[in-house]
C-alpha cells in the first residue's frame, strides 16, 4: 500500500472535491467473514450459511450481505487516510446499492471519490461515491454515498 493520504483541515478537503481519492488494494470476502458478520447481526438467511443449495442455485456460492460493505468502509478507508485539525462523525447514507451479489472466495476493491464538500453551520459534510468492484471484472459490484461530519 503507498503512503497515507494525509488531509489537513477542512481546506484540505476543499482541495481534494470532485477528485478521486483511492484505490484499496483487494481484500478477500470469504465465507468465513462472511458467516462472522452474518453471525453478529443474527442475520440467518440461507443465501449466506448454506453452500449446497447456494452451488445449487444460480447463485453459485453463498454471498455477502448487503450492509457488510459498508461495514467494511470505516477500516478500508482509515488503512489510506489520515486527518490533521480535524474532528469527524459518520453522518449517514445517501445511497447504498448492489448491482450484482458478491460471493465467497471474491476479492473486493472499493474506488473512493469525493462527489462534493457542503457548508454546514459549523465545519463541512464530505460527500463520498463508493465504488465496490470485484477485482478482475469491469462492472461495480455496487455503490454508495456516504456523507461525514468534520469540524
Known amino acids: 500500500m503507498s503512503a497515507k493520504i494525509i488531509i489537513d483541515g477542512v481546506q484540505g478537503f476543499r482541495a481534494l472535491e470532485g477528485k478521486h481519492l483511492f484505490t484499496s488494494e483487494p481484500f478477500l470476502i470469504s465465507k468465513e467473514r462472511i458467516q462472522e458478520f452474518c453471525r453478529s447481526v443474527d442475520n440467518d ?3 449466506h450459511w ?4 447456494c452451488r445449487n442455485s444460480q447463485l453459485g456460492a453463498i454471498i455477502m450481505p448487503a450492509f457488510m460493505g459498508p461495514a467494511l468502509a470505516s477500516k478500508v478507508y482509515f488503512d489510506h487516510v489520515e486527518f490533521n485539525n480535524l474532528n469527524g462523525l459518520f453522518q449517514g447514507t445517501d445511497r447504498i446499492r ?3 451479489p458478491i460471493k465467497a472466495g471474491d476479492e473486493l476493491v472499493q474506488h473512493w471519490r469525493i462527489e462534493r464538500v457542503e457548508d454546514r453551520d459549523q465545519g463541512i459534510a464530505v460527500f463520498y461515491d463508493v465504488i465496490w468492484q470485484v477485482a478482475g471484472h469491469d462492472q ?3 455503490v454508495a454515498t456516504y456523507i461525514v461530519r468534520y469540524w
Open 140 to 142: 461495480p459490484a455496487g
Open 50 to 53: 448454506d453452500e449446497d443449495r
Open 45 to 47: 438467511e440461507w443465501i
Open 98 to 100: 448492489l448491482l450484482k
